[in-house]
């Protein structure tokens, strides 16, 4: 797979909001089924480069090219469609629902064919995520961590090749922390590509195949997390210095 092409490949790109630039000419390729950590401080430009992936925002300069194709102008329910997609920090479930019928809301029925397919396919996602035994429950009786795993597989219900993971971890336990870890890492085995936020060094650390580290909308640092831990600027990019 190493000698593939990219899965997604963002190329110079630029973002400002009024006089401000929020990302300063980012380039970057990431493969297929790599696990990727996207680290920097608060304001750093994280979210607005997520945002440009998934297409809630347009860069006014570079271009976001998906399996190939430039996907730059594409609005975000195409870019969905064309695989990407993103699990948020904060758990938004259909709170009456059970946690199946949450996820069957997501399902492709196009691709599942019949009601009975998609409940299957939904059961499956489930099971991987470790959520079976709560299929019948009402979303709104989770834990922090099940919610969680909810989220995650409601984004796996789209069938994604990229799946960006937004602060999945904050609030848990370190235990908890470790078992979200673990799917994530999983799936990554699947071949999915994963773009994780986070701001749980440790988390970072132990996921990632490669960290990139933003700071006033620059990359500062991209390469193995101990290289990147151990990279002068980002240790005074955190330290404030
Ligand atoms: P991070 O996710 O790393 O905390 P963001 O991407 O949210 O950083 O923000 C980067 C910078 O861009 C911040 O200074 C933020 O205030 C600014 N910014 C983000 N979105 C907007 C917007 N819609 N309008 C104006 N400024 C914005």
Request: glycine share 8%; proline share 4%; aromatic share 4%.
């Amino acid at each position: 797979a190493a000698a593939d092409a990219p899965l997604l490949q963002v190329g110079t790109l630029t973002k400002t909001f009024g006089g401000f630039t929020a990302l300063d000419n980012i380039s970057v390729e990431i493969r297929k089924g790599e696990r990727f950590g996207l680290i920097g401080p608060n304001g750093s430009g994280k979210t607005t480069l997520i945002n440009c992936i998934s297409g809630a925002l347009k860069p006014q300069v570079g271009s976001v090219v998906f399996c190939g194709e430039n996907i730059t102008q594409l609005p975000p329910h195409l870019r969905a469609r064309r695989g990407i997609a993103r699990s948020f920090q904060i758990p938004r479930p259909f709170r009456s629902m059970t946690v199946l019928e949450n996820l069957m809301v997501g399902l492709d029925f196009a691709a599942a064919g019949s009601a009975a397919a998609e409940e299957e396919i939904a059961m499956s996602i489930l099971t991987r995520m470790g959520l079976a035994a709560k299929a019948a429950a009402p979303s709104d009786t989770l834990s922090q961590v099940e919610l969680r795993k909810m989220e995650l597989a409601r984004a796996m219900a789209v069938r994604p090749k990229l799946l960006i993971s937004d602060e999945a971890m904050a609030g848990l336990s370190s235990s908890e922390v470790d078992e979200v870890l673990d799917l994530l890492i999983s799936l990554g085995e699947e071949d999915i590509t994963i773009i994780m936020i986070e701001h749980i060094m440790q988390a970072v650390m132990r996921f990632s195949e490669r960290v990139m580290c933003l700071d006033a909308g620059k990359i500062i640092a991209l390469g193995a997390p101990s290289e990147v831990m151990a990279n002068k600027r980002v240790q005074e990019a955190y330290l404030g210095t």
